[in-house]
């Protein structure tokens, strides 16, 4: 079938990489357009990967025309953003209230915000993986809740369990995207509001327990001040999000990876990330978070964007143990 391309896989989506088939993008119509140039073409799916929660995410789609689709609630309201990669840069289209939120922060979403010369590779994988990779790019949405609820859902969970929590939560208490007719199934995720008010029996049907719920409800709570941490520092923000109970180091830096653009927010916590580094850096599979803050201290500043790096080398230790126990409450 003309125009079909690779799903992504497992790697690919913890690494923040999506396959984004070569094309120019059609343009739906009846919406608002703006162009950037970024003096030449962007990675859609290097910069934007991140941003999808799992092969099914409602609020995240790709077309086989080369267009990356995103369905998102902006502070003006719900907005559908179409982008497609220009020789020298990209051209988006956007629908609904949050139309013109969208278009002014697509600058920042395909990654003008960030500085990729400020990064030195110290190894040789790091150096290799860095200039295979010339549009890697760190993608700033300037929207917290947006990435801090999905990164709740996978506190401590399997992926695909933590996927299947989203997309049911969305599609259930979110609304449908804004836009064309004929444009992808894509949703926009609730308000603040409506996720404050999900019931239990929502929570427990999605395979959500009882922690991770309480945690997204006290967020939500609080929304308006979290969205402040998108100004903010790195340090800052990060004590802004933890001031909320459930939220801790791992969850924080997850958010503001995609929110803030956060080039320096290691993820500390993670279950498979410090083995990861260790084994692709030194041959340690079973580093912890010491060694592998130790190993990115060199990176001082750009220590997300070396792990990044890290991950898409694909330099991972081979499995010796069972994949971890899915227990999935919304089953029970």
């Known amino acids: 079938m003309a125009g079909r391309f690779d799903p992504p896989t497992r790697t690919d989506l913890r690494a923040g990489r999506t396959p984004v088939p070569a094309g120019g993008g059609v343009r739906g119509g009846g919406g608002l357009r703006r162009g950037w140039s970024a003096g030449g073409g962007v990675e859609l799916g290097l910069v934007l990967g991140p941003l999808r929660r799992g092969p099914g995410d409602p609020t995240f789609r790709v077309t086989p025309d080369g267009s990356v689709w995103r369905g998102t609630r902006t502070p003006l309201g719900p907005a559908t953003l179409r982008v497609s990669r220009t020789p020298d840069g990209a051209e988006a289209e956007a629908w609904g209230p949050g139309a013109e939120w969208v278009l002014d922060g697509l600058p920042a979403l395909l990654g003008a915000d960030d500085d990729p010369a400020a990064f030195v590779p110290r190894h040789r994988l790091v150096h290799a993986s860095h200039r295979s990779r010339p549009g890697l790019r760190l993608t700033r949405t300037g929207l917290v809740l947006e990435s801090l609820i999905p990164t709740v859902l996978e506190q401590k969970v399997t992926s695909d369990e933590a996927y299947r929590a989203w997309r049911r939560l969305v599609r259930r208490h979110g609304e449908p995207a804004p836009g064309p007719a004929g444009r992808p199934d894509l949703y926009v995720m609730p308000s603040a509001r409506a996720w404050a008010l999900i019931p239990s029996w929502d929570w427990h049907r999605a395979g959500?327990?009882?922690?991770?719920?309480?945690t997204i409800v006290r967020a939500a709570r609080v929304a308006a001040r979290l969205e402040e941490a998108a100004a903010m520092e790195l340090p800052q923000a990060a004590a802004r999000l933890e001031a909320v109970p459930g939220i801790g180091p791992w969850t924080?830096?997850?958010?503001?990876?995609?929110?803030?653009g956060a080039a320096d927010a290691v993820t500390t916590g993670d279950l498979h990330l410090p083995g990861i580094i260790g084994y692709a850096l030194t041959g340690n599979r079973d580093a912890d978070d010491a060694e592998m803050l130790e190993l990115l201290a060199p990176y001082a500043g750009q220590r997300h964007r070396a792990a990044r790096l890290i991950l898409?080398?694909?330099?991972?230790?081979?499995?010796?143990a069972p994949r971890m126990y899915r227990n999935d409450i919304g089953l029970i």
């Open 312 to 320: 898409l080398a694909g330099h991972t230790p081979p499995r010796r």
């Open 208 to 214: 959500v327990d009882m922690k991770r719920s309480a």
């Open 252 to 260: 924080s830096a997850e958010t503001l990876q995609r929110s803030n």
